[in-house]
């Protein structure tokens, strides 16, 4: 049966094609790609491991697309000034790596590929050891659901969590986050597995009291993806994200970064034994690639 592409299809992939052509031709000017710089002067590694994923996915694609220049922007951005840069022409940066959502799928180009293979919805807690007790006795969601949960303002978990029951107290910065906890402003710090090692590294010196809940896992799929300007530029680049990213996981780069970054601090997490409490992510479009086994790590089996 022959199927009929609609003319604007054909005529976004002729220019798709043309800026590809372009941008591999002899002497052509490098791709710019510029990422945002999330802190000023506070420890923030969170996203080490997403830009060695697209610094790599851009290196694999250099033959096609032509070189490129990576760098991440001199200014300063919160969350929603990060959305922000990237809605405006022009803005500071063309590229940036966040949980999805809806809103963000229909605002941005999406690469609906998880970056961190989906181990961002494996939460443990970072804690008071003062209410460790508290947290030995939970057994089940409503048992969670009696304590205090902390996020960022404007995170993608904000909205699974309170659609889920929980307390849910923001904080406008992430460093501040922390301080927020250490003074009884919420019971606990929802983190994925990952970061609650490196944060409680970061931060034991800084907040002694802060330990790592060594009894709960709270578990809920949260695709982490890179996202681009909805602009020609913006889909070639993430035409070449995912291009790089289909040929990581093809040819076994893509785990074998995923294990270096991340291999230690899950085994860390001592996550057999745990009880584990399960919620569903309300907000997941049709177009999330869950049947694609290959996409995802279970911490759980170590596959």
Known sequence: MIRFQSPRVS????????????AGSAGAAAMRVVYPLTTTGDVDSRYEYDWAVLRMALDKTTPRYGPYEMQQSSYPM???RVVQELMTPGGRINVFARATSPELEQQFVPVRLPIDKGLLGYRIFLVRRDKLPRFAAVRTLNDLRAMSVGQGKDWTDVSILRHAGFKVVEGTNYSGLFAMLNAGRFDFFSRAIDEAQREFKERTA?????LIEPTVLLQYPLPLYFFT????????LAQR???GMEMMIKDGSLNVLFLRYKGERIK?????????LHLT??????ETPLSRSELWFNPLTGK
Do not use: W
């Open 229 to 236: 300007r909805r602009d020609a530029e913006g889909k070639l």
């Open 78 to 80: 919160s969350t929603p």
């Open 241 to 243: 994200i995912t291009d």
């Open 281 to 286: 992510n309300p907000h997941l479009t049709p």
């Open 11 to 22: 005529l976004t992939r002729c220019l798709l094609l043309a800026a590809l052509c372009l």
């Open 206 to 210: 800084a907040y002694p009291n802060m």
């Open 268 to 276: 860390a997490s001592a996550l057999v034994g745990r009880h584990i």
